[in-house]
């Protein structure tokens, strides 16, 4: 099987991922849950992660690395701690519903900073017009996951900044392929899952909480800490962070942030975009094929058969060895900006594993779907 649905999970890991994890399974106990040599290995492994992550990250202070479960888990703990039931929000129009379901859930008031597709410029235009005195939280997706369409965040956190509003970075898609700086940015929260670009497990997540940034608790229990306390601890990663901790991923996850770092988020999108514009280039040649591509993308790839459904076109793929994703990738919004939210995209969507030979066979197996 070829394997093109990495905005989804990487399947293909590092070595030292798999290893790491299923070492983990029977040595590591939970960290603060004891004095004894397994506890102690645990808190100490997951405290290296936290300090792999905040170098990668720009965090000074590792211990505002806090574990989730997954990015969803981080956003809605972002979410809930800057946006009161009411609140007023600012979205780019390409967010996923892990922002716009907790949205909806709080009955916030969302304002759309609409923009072309593939159009940096418009799109930072448009937060200068709806970011305004009263907003409680402007909340921007680095990547599409969609289209793999890449937003100007830096430029947009310097806008927040400047107009004192906080920040929320959807990570999803550009954790591991593109530069991310926490305290630069003077952002509040960047969420990101482990199990994408980060090549961890499944199960892990990062939420990176900025300096002095009001945090309120999604979740409420143990954490090994201040256990006298009805309360959460006011500190992190405590606060955060109750319950057991998943060593196992997390261990995983720490070799996944060492192999991003040893390879460098610079080589791995260069290596990205390169498949994806091999893939572009082949599909735009086949006539009845819609791609959606232009400047400033990752290794996120739509497109669509004139004729054919779009889960239909995913399921034949399938039968041919090509694994991608077709619908609504969990995104109505990006494709209702996109103009594509009737029909949905076939995704396809590329990892540091992925060859030229694969994007070729992609376009070849397509070819085939068309009649040519």
Not at 115 to 130: E, G, H, K, V
Not at 260 to 275: D, N, Y
Request: with cysteine.
């Amino acid at each position: 099987m070829i394997y093109l649905d990495c905005a989804a999970t990487t399947l293909q890991k590092p070595p030292a991922v798999v290893r790491a994890a299923a070492w983990a399974v029977g040595r590591l106990a939970t960290p603060g849950r004891g004095g004894h040599p397994a506890a102690a290995q645990a808190a100490a492994l997951a405290f290296r992660c936290r300090e792999e992550a905040a170098a990668l990250f720009g965090v000074a202070d590792p211990e505002r690395v806090i574990f989730t479960a997954n990015a969803t888990h981080a956003l809605n703990i972002a979410i809930r701690s800057l946006v009161p039931p009411g609140g007023r929000v600012v979205l780019s129009g390409w967010e996923h519903n892990a922002v716009t379901r907790p949205l909806a859930a709080l009955d916030a008031k969302v304002r759309i900073a609409a923009t072309p597709l593939f159009r940096p410029q418009a799109a930072l235009d448009a937060f200068r017009a709806a970011v305004e005195p009263g907003v409680d939280a402007v909340i921007c997706t680095h990547v599409s996951n969609v289209f793999g369409y890449t937003l100007p965040v830096a430029d947009i956190a310097a806008l927040c900044r400047q107009r004192g509003v906080p920040l929320i970075v959807d990570a999803a898609q550009s954790a591991g392929c593109l530069p991310l700086d926490l305290d630069g940015w003077g952002a509040a929260f960047i969420a990101m899952p482990g199990h994408k670009g980060l090549y961890g497990p499944q199960g892990t997540g990062l939420l990176l909480c900025g300096r002095q940034v009001r945090t309120a608790p999604l979740l409420y229990g143990g954490t090994g800490s201040a256990s006298a306390s009805p309360e959460m601890p006011p500190f992190l990663p405590d606060r955060l962070e109750a319950g057991t901790h998943n060593m196992p991923g997390i261990a995983g996850l720490l070799q996944g942030l060492r192999f991003v770092r040893c390879m460098g988020t610079g080589r791995i999108l260069a290596h990205e975009r390169r498949l994806t514009a091999q893939a572009a280039g082949g599909l735009k040649r086949l006539s009845r094929v819609r791609v959606f591509s232009g400047p400033a993308q990752t290794g996120v790839l739509s497109f669509q058969i004139a004729g054919v459904d779009c889960e239909e076109a995913a399921a034949r793929l399938g039968q041919m060895g090509i694994a991608v994703r077709a619908g609504l990738h969990c995104a109505p919004m990006a494709h209702e900006s996109g103009g594509t939210f009737e029909e949905g995209t076939v995704r396809a969507s590329f990892s540091a594993f992925n060859t030229q030979g694969e994007a070729a066979r992609l376009v070849r197996c397509v070819a085939r779907l068309t009649g040519r």
